[in-house]
Nanobody, 126 residues
Framework: QVQLVESGGGLVQTGGSLRLSCVAS????????MAWYRQAPGKQRELVAS???????NYAHSVKGRFTISRDDAKNTVYLQMVNLEPEDTAVYLC????????????????????WGQGTLVTVSS
């Protein structure tokens, strides 16, 4: 009922920048938490940054000052601006959202679902 599609990944040199986007589609009433995670080869998935509808923002210590999460609720979109990238940032980046959605436009109430995207690969060369 709800799908997320990430974009913006790619290959960049150390010190470079990338901007990731993640768009939610479906009959969406509102979105609470939007977040970016990453998973490097052989490592556990880790939280990179999160943003709530109330305005709370949280970053992993390793990306503070270099990454910025932002959201456009009118477009059901979350962004991750990444600057001064390091080889250690190489990973698949996945977005997740807590979405209130409807199954049909005339449904009497919204359902809630935590949705994940497929991920976008970020590779930082040294």
């Amino acid at each position: 009922q709800v799908q997320l599609v990430e974009s913006g990944g790619g290959l960049v040199q150390t010190g470079g920048s990338l901007r990731l986007s993640c768009v939610a589609s479906g009959i969406i009433a509102s979105i609470n938490r939007m977040a970016w995670y990453r998973q490097a080869p052989g490592k556990q998935r880790e939280l990179v940054a999160s943003s709530t509808r109330a305005g709370s923002v949280n970053y992993a210590h390793s990306v503070k000052g270099r990454f910025t999460i932002s959201r456009d609720d009118a477009k059901n979109t979350v962004y991750l601006q990444m600057v001064n990238l390091e080889p250690e940032d190489t990973a698949v980046y996945l977005c997740t959202m807590g979405v209130y959605y409807k199954t049909t436009y005339d449904a009497p109430r919204s359902d809630y679902l935590e949705v994940w995207g497929q991920g976008t690969l970020v590779t930082v060369s040294s």
